[in-house]
């Protein structure tokens, strides 16, 4: 839902203009974009034409599996240890694929499906493992998800998950890597943005992701999903996911 804008009282009109100008960048961009904005303060939600398109989540999916192990914590079916919390900090601050390997064998079952078993719970209702790649099925690292998946998971991370465990990942996506500080991070450091970004070559060609939020107390979320499909590469991913993070969420 787009807001309304009442000119008399400038209410919904920066956004409108934000979101135009937003899809009038994403028109000179290579490859598919979809993305989502929400405004978690106003309620207001906007979702553009790729936001439902299935798109490889790349790193993204490391979120949802922290997500996922703090959630089955609460539920007192993990006990998560030292060691595990410092892979999920490596897998949120580094996007560290080791951390990610060692926590997807030590907590995915013996069929390696417990955390797709619980990404719906999550609103992650399309995200889908791809079979034919790897000598492990489903693995996190081929998997197809949807802007609209992620919105929804960065949306439950922050109003659905125990405050504390809240706390923790806004934290830990407040201190990424250098090599992932683009995306919705080009909302600006006045805007105390957060993000965990997804970039890999895959099927199809590079695809680069970013999830995250900003302002104050996390007001906005912003998904991106990019699927270059051949049409460019990685720095052009990442120009087209820090344009919009800049053009929908910069002051």
Not at 140 to 153: H, S
Not at 164 to 182: C, F, G, H, L, S
Not at 209 to 226: D, E, H
Request: aromatic share 10%; charged share 15%; net charge neutral.
């Amino acid at each position: 839902m787009l807001a309304q804008c009442v000119p008399a009282t400038g209410a919904g009109c920066d956004l409108r203009s934000r979101i135009a100008a937003a899809e009038a960048f994403v028109a000179t961009r290579p490859g598919t974009v979809g993305y989502v904005l929400r405004d978690r303060t106003s309620g207001l939600r906007y979702r553009n034409a790729h936001a439902a398109t299935m798109i490889w989540t790349a790193s993204t999916i490391k979120l949802a599996m922290v997500v996922d192990l703090l959630t089955r914590e609460r539920a007192g079916t993990v006990r998560l240890s030292a060691e595990d919390r410092q892979l999920m900090q490596a897998m949120l601050r580094g996007s560290d694929n080791d951390a990610t390997d060692t926590l997807w064998d030590r907590y995915g079952g013996p069929d390696h499906r417990a955390f797709n078993a619980g990404f719906p719970r999550y609103g992650m209702t399309s995200v889908a493992p791809q079979p034919g790649f790897g000598s492990v099925f489903p693995y996190w690292g081929f998997q197809k998800g949807t802007a609209d998946d992620f919105d929804q998971l960065m949306n439950f991370t922050l109003s659905q998950m125990n405050p504390a465990d809240t706390a923790a990942i806004v934290a830990e996506m407040q201190k990424v890597a250098p090599n992932q500080q683009w995306g919705v991070w080009g909302a600006g450091p006045q805007m105390a943005p957060g993000n965990k970004n997804g970039w890999s070559q895959e099927q199809g060609g590079w695809v680069v992701n970013s999830v995250g939020f900003a302002g104050p107390a996390q007001r906005y979320t912003l998904t991106v999903f990019n699927a270059l499909n051949g049409e460019g590469g990685f720095d052009d991913g990442v120009q087209t996911t820090t344009g919009l993070g800049r053009i929908l969420l910069g002051r």
